[in-house]
């Protein structure tokens, strides 16, 4: 299945350091990937994910 994750753009996913919204997506978009979804994720062009990202700014 394709799916595709939006998240907040001003900080990394997962977060650095505190970031709720940020850190369920990159749990979610991990768990999905891992069984077999093909994965978007846009969030900013800092995250580290296995998903493909779509960086919606640099940091």
Known sequence: MKIAHVAPLYESVPPRLYGGTERIVSYLTEAL????HEVTLFASGDSQTSAKLVAGRER
């Open 33 to 36: 990937v891992d069984l077999g």
